[in-house]
């Protein structure tokens, strides 16, 4: 049975969302008292992961806008000392330019639009190009060269999308790059073309294994072995891991040693390019939900997979977890115990078996917060069953968790 001890009815303040910042998470909880899920960003972590990356990466690192293209955000990454951003689409190509009118934008999706390459570079200044096949190539020539090239000195970067074996928890050759034998040929077709000549590959999303960079860098060399041209820069992608409750990936610094170790193989005039998203941001961002009710171990509460929980539904991930009490104190002799949780919409499928672990007498009214969300959590959100609200702040209160060698 649910206690009698339920939400305020205070209203919340209102507020332009995202303008005030303060100390922490229970103190905005203790102040609006959210009915609905609410968006903490911490600027000053996502702006320090950036810094401690850019340090360590031996080359230029271009922020994956994708997995969290919130204005905030970005120019969190900028204040971080990136430079460059990996755009995936002509809105954030466009989005990117508007808020950073310096950045370096590269246009890294294997898989564009004419209208969109041709808008990228006529409009925005994008001469970095990805592709995979002898079309998409086709496709960038057509909609960049006739706006001036022809005669002219090359101005395009042009990378290839390499397959290689897959070292994280989401695989990313599946959709996207060229088998060996289909690179090198790219490579050859494309480099009377391009003022910068690159082969970019990814294995896989939260990489928790140093040497699967070291074997696709091995790949790519061959594959620039035997192109027999000269190739300006490698792009090793993202994947670079952060901590959950059930997962402390290696440090920083062993990818970065395990990287620069492999691209020795290359030779010093070859530029090295990464990709992070998730390294970057997932600690700078959590989730503040609310019970609505408790049915045994199972908690139903106002955010699941349809907004900002995408990656607890199917993909499995499991958040740490706690849960934030307002005018008293947190009970110290209440358990952990596994909790899962179930979103507000009418589908079943709407389910996050984490497990979540929680005090053994959470209840209805209770608030929690579930942190490493600041990667592939608001920018998924739907409207569906019309649970579309919510709102963000910034605060200032450490993540979470930490990862080894971000911050």
Known sequence: ????????????????AGRLALPSVDAVVDRDRPEQPLFCLRPREVAAAARSFAAAFPGD?????????????LRAVWQGGVRHFDCA???????????LPEAALHFMHPVKARTAIAAAFRDHGVTDFAFDSGDELTKIL?????????GEPPVLGLFVRLAVPQGGAYALSGKFGAAAAEAAALLRAARPHAARLGICFHVGSQCLDPKAYVRAIESAVEVVAAAGVRVDIVDVGGGFPVSYPDVTPPPLALYMDAIGTAAAALGPEVRLWAE???????????VVLQVQLRRGPALYVNDGVYGNLSDAGAPGFCFPARRIRTGEPESATAPLVPFELFGPTCDSADRMRGPFLLPD???EGDWIELGQLGAYAA?????????????SVDVADPPMLATPGYG
């Open 1 to 16: 049975m649910a206690k009698a001890r339920l939400v305020s009815s205070r209203p919340p303040a209102q507020r332009p």
């Open 361 to 363: 007498d959470i209840d």
């Open 61 to 73: 690192v271009l922020y994956a806008v994708k997995c969290n293209p919130d204005p905030r955000v």
């Open 142 to 150: 057509q909609e960049t060269v006739p706006v001036g090239l022809v």
């Open 379 to 391: 920018c998924l959100r739907t409207g569906f069953n019309g649970f579309d609200a919510g709102a």
């Open 276 to 286: 992070p998203g998730r390294a970057l941001v997932a600690g700078g961002g959590s």
């Open 89 to 99: 689409s002509l809105p954030e190509v466009a989005l990117v330019r508007r808020m």
